[in-house]
């Protein structure tokens, strides 16, 4: 909901290519602290010239995926969304609130460049009798209603930008400080900067501020805010940036974590992720789509299958239709199937791989973050499913030619001997610094070999594997199996 109408006369083909260039986490699931500093942040990449990836490896339950979700949320507050309420357990188990903060390199056409910094604390309450009502709502009388629900609170936003104005350059500044209690944010003439002086623009600010907090949303980004900077009509380097951000998280940031695969890998239904939409098929049943819908998407569809035969040989998809008839209003409505085609042979999708489902769940958006520079796309355990020689071929390819963002987390240490180790994260077993790079890395260094080595000796500042005890293991194993014995013996013998 971008109203601002010289925004979208005068600025909407001026945008700026806007990239993520650094993340810091605090008491963030198991990120006590945690930085990471893409390869923008640290070399100036020119307007348009080439891709930035980010790989993040690890063992399990080290921080890798917590790094994701950190990224979910950002997109849901830039775009003025609610951050649903299973992000609550995202807070750290004994930390009053988490400290999330993002910074953006934003690079005009015309050769500006603005960095903006965008951070918040995020902390959870426990739901309210309304609330209780209003979630499970229409909810089944046979289903046991849980009673430990609990929301996000965002709280203490601040956003802050270095901008240049008449020739000179301005300084990282607060533009945005949601911290004081005496009015809606300050710094009190930034905040002039947004409303002048329309004292009713102020009260309606501070109820933006509260149902913000109340709704699990930013105050900054939400629609009620943008409303009420649009109607004061003080269009600003500042409003420009925030209406910036608001586009990117809404049509150039995606982010694909573990909660929404969990379909794939249960093979209940395939999403389609495409950049304006995405498109949710069962697996076992087919859907109902419009004459409009079914054209819309057949060529998103085709644009997918065109890639997945080069990706996968052989393999293509495309619609089946069952049938087709006239609804009571006259449109028309079809009966459809997503089937893969190898040759001639024609079989539904659910019974290809998961790896296979996976690829052909997120490959729009690959396509997306290849073909464009401002496009940034994320990816929880982007390896899963797939073929270890084709997971580098698709980084190789992005990183020789590739165009925008692309942030990946992953198992398969095949991208370690293919990808440039500039591009490339390591957890460690210290929550305070969770993230670092490898140290005395050679370019002759094949970087597989050397994180498993460092595994073994341990020669870097922090230790990146929480090492296992072998006797320990096979003692557990061992323990268990008597347990069993034991519990299930009889059964056993029968």
Request: proline share 3%; aromatic share 12%.
């Amino acid at each position: 909901m971008i109203n601002n109408s010289y925004f979208k006369d005068q600025h909407e083909n001026n945008l700026p290519t806007v990239r993520i260039k650094k993340a810091k986490l605090e008491n963030f699931k198991s990120v006590a602290k945690g930085e990471i500093e893409f390869n923008c942040g640290k070399q100036h990449i020119p307007y348009g010239t080439s891709s930035d990836i980010l790989g993040i490896y690890g063992q399990n339950g080290s921080g890798k995926t917590s790094f994701i979700e950190a990224l979910a949320i950002l997109k849901r507050l830039l775009m003025g969304a609610r951050v649903p309420d299973e992000y609550a357990e995202c807070v750290s188990k004994n930390a009053e609130y988490a400290h999330l903060e993002f910074s953006f390199d934003l690079q005009y056409p015309n050769g500006e460049i603005r960095e903006a910094v965008y951070s918040f604390c995020m902390s959870h309450t426990a739901l309210n009798e309304d609330e209780y009502q209003e979630r499970f709502k229409g909810a089944p009388d046979d289903f046991d209603i849980p009673q430990d629900v609990e929301k996000v609170i965002i709280f203490n936003e601040k956003l802050r930008l270095s901008w240049n104005e008449d020739g000179k350059d301005r300084i990282l500044q607060d533009i945005i400080d949601t911290s004081s209690a005496k009015a809606p944010f300050g710094p009190a003439p930034k905040l002039k900067a947004f409303v002048g002086n329309a004292s009713e623009q102020l009260v309606e600010l501070e109820v933006s501020k509260r149902l913000a907090k109340e709704k699990s949303q930013s105050f900054i980004f939400r629609n009620d805010t943008i409303k009420i900077f649009d109607e004061c009509d003080l269009y600003s380097v500042f409003y420009q940036v925030i209406l910036e951000l608001r586009y990117f998280a809404s049509l150039y940031f995606f982010v694909i974590d573990t909660k929404s695969t969990g379909f794939i890998r249960l093979n209940f239904a395939i999403p389609i992720y495409t950049r304006f939409s995405r498109f949710t098929f069962d697996a076992h049943n087919s859907v109902q789509m419009s004459d409009e819908e079914l054209e819309a998407t057949a060529k998103q569809i085709q644009g997918i299958s065109t890639v997945l035969n080069q990706i996968v040989p052989g393999l293509t998809i495309e619609f089946k239709k069952l049938s087709s008839e006239k609804s009571d209003d006259g449109n028309s409505k079809n009966s459809v199937v997503l089937i893969a085609k190898r040759g001639n042979q024609e079989l539904p999708l659910r019974d290809e791989s998961d790896g296979v489902r996976k690829i052909i769940s997120v490959l729009s958006l690959i396509t997306s973050a290849y073909n464009d520079r401002s496009c940034t796309v994320a990816i929880d355990e982007f390896d899963a499913g797939i073929f270890e020689y084709l997971l580098g071929e698709i980084l190789e390819i992005f990183e020789e030619s590739g165009k925008g963002q692309f942030i990946f987390t992953s198992h398969n240490l095949r991208p370690l001997e293919v990808i440039d180790k500039k591009f490339l994260y390591f957890t460690t077993s210290n929550p305070n610094n969770r993230f670092v790079k490898l140290k005395n890395i050679g370019n002759t260094n094949n970087l597989r070999d050397t994180y498993f080595r460092e595994i073994v000796v341990g020669e870097q500042d922090e230790e990146v594997y929480n090492k296992t005890k072998r006797h320990k293991i096979v003692a557990s194993l061992m323990k268990a199996g008597a347990w069993e014995v034991d519990t299930y013996g009889k059964k056993a013998k029968i």
